[in-house]
């Protein structure tokens, strides 16, 4: 039996819809105190993350008349991703949770081609070890982008990682 027959896929995928958009009230409430208004990165990421988890989640999802595939999941994360990366052009500043989403959104479109692939594609109805890691990685990657939103720090050190690499790359430059 499988993670998400076990939790249930429903309540799972609306309890991650749900997490974005209590990350984007907590966000709203965070700007409106803060005088310096310079949180406001965090506000619009939380936005666009809580309006691509809410237009995706199948439950909000009443407008199609098929139903969602891992494929419409992974391009509704490649939209984000492209306006994550539009508002990061406009504003030119980041928090520490951007990096977490960036990250994240990426493993979960690794992980719904994947298993697009494996279903739709090769149409396997066997379940296998794919299956387990997409189940528990899309939602552990989830609640850690919920987590970032609201917490707004490198609790995973991602972007000392991302500074290390890039400063290794930079000593290390190819003649």
Known sequence: MSFIEQLGFFSL???SAWGFLMAFFFNI?????DENKR???????????????????????????????FLDWALYD?????????????????TPSFIYL????????I???SVYVDVEVYQN?????????????????DFTMIIALIVDRDFL??????????SSANNHKLA
């Open 111 to 113: 992980l719904f081609l």
């Open 39 to 69: 949180k406001t990165t965090l506000l619009i990421s939380s936005f666009i993350m809580m309006f691509s988890y809410l237009a995706g989640d199948y439950f909000f999802n009443w407008i199609t008349y098929t139903a969602t595939t």
């Open 13 to 15: 995928s609306a309890m």
């Open 157 to 166: 050190l991602l972007n000392k990682l991302k500074s290390l690499v890039l």
């Open 125 to 141: 109805t066997t379940h296998w070890i794919l299956w387990d890691v997409y189940s528990i990685g899309v939602n552990i990657v």
């Open 78 to 94: 490649l939209a984000t991703l492209t306006f994550l990366a539009i508002s990061f052009y406009f504003v030119r500043r980041t």
């Open 29 to 33: 409430f965070v700007y409106c105190i």
């Open 102 to 109: 960036i990250s994240g959104l990426i493993i979960n479109t």
